[in-house]
């Protein structure tokens, strides 16, 4: 039901964004976090709360919400990122209500 | 700093019951109010939650998997318990055991994850 794109891409140092788009039963009325997933490791938070960064994530990570959209920002983008990223909320839809994942964003880092 | 181990079989025959363990370490899973979560991620896929468990023993399910899906709690070994009846080769992936501070809350403690196959 969140909805990312499959994969995105660009060179060192640039910018990049990856939007999650939901509806008003999940982003639209929750917070929002964000997890990274490097190759062959577990994820790892990156922003919760939909824009509050856990001690030690770099401040080049910042997540933002407009309506039922969520959207990741890396700024000077480095190597090392290139990774999954995936997009969570809570959805009120259901009677008892449920995590929900997006379908993950590819970083590729030319 | 919490650390959290999966542990269980690598294969699993089709109907059966699959199994899987979380050891937690670091801190008690009743004294640190956290929810204890289980999520999965079939291979090359996204992630999707199972279900999570409250320090008090209180269940959250995921709709989907309600009617498959038992989630509880060892406090005598520090262990947190998934059980997935009806297993198919749709259930084959990544299982990771997670924490977080409430049932809505993101899960900021991951164990490294365990394979898990449906075969026969």
């Known amino acids: 039901v969140l909805t990312q794109p499959p994969s995105v891409s660009a060179a060192p140092g640039q910018k990049v964004t990856i939007s999650c788009s939901g509806n008003a039963s999940n982003i639209g009325n929750n917070y929002v976090s964000w997890y990274q997933q490097l190759p062959g490791t577990a994820p790892k938070l990156l922003i919760r709360?939909?824009?509050k960064r856990p001690a030690g994530i770099p401040d080049r990570f910042s997540g933002s919400k407009s309506g039922t959209s969520a959207t990741l920002a890396i700024t000077g983008l480095q190597t090392g990122d290139e990774a999954d990223y995936f997009c969570?909320?809570?959805?009120?839809?259901?009677?008892?209500?449920?995590?929900?994942f997006g379908g993950g964003t590819k970083l590729t880092v030319l | 700093q919490l650390q959290l181990q999966e542990s269980g079989p690598g294969l699993v025959k089709p109907s059966e019951t699959l199994s899987l363990t979380c050891t937690v370490s670091?801190?008690?899973?009743?004294?640190?109010?956290?929810?204890w979560g289980w999520i999965r991620q079939s291979p090359g896929k996204g992630l999707e939650w199972i279900g999570s468990?409250?320090?008090?023993?209180?269940?959250y399910y995921n709709p989907s998997l309600k009617s498959r899906v038992t989630i509880s709690v060892d406090t005598s070994k520090n262990q947190v318990s998934l059980k997935l009846t009806s297993e198919t080769a749709a259930d084959t992936a990544v299982y990771y055991c997670a924490g977080h501070s409430e049932v809505r809350s993101p899960f900021t403690s991951w164990g490294q994850g365990t394979l898990v196959t449906v075969s026969s």
């Open positions: 969570a909320t809570w959805d009120t839809g259901f009677s008892t209500g449920l995590v929900m």
């Open positions: 709360e939909t824009k």
């Open positions: 670091g801190g008690s899973i009743t004294t640190s109010s956290y929810y």
């Open positions: 468990i409250s320090y008090s023993g209180n269940t």
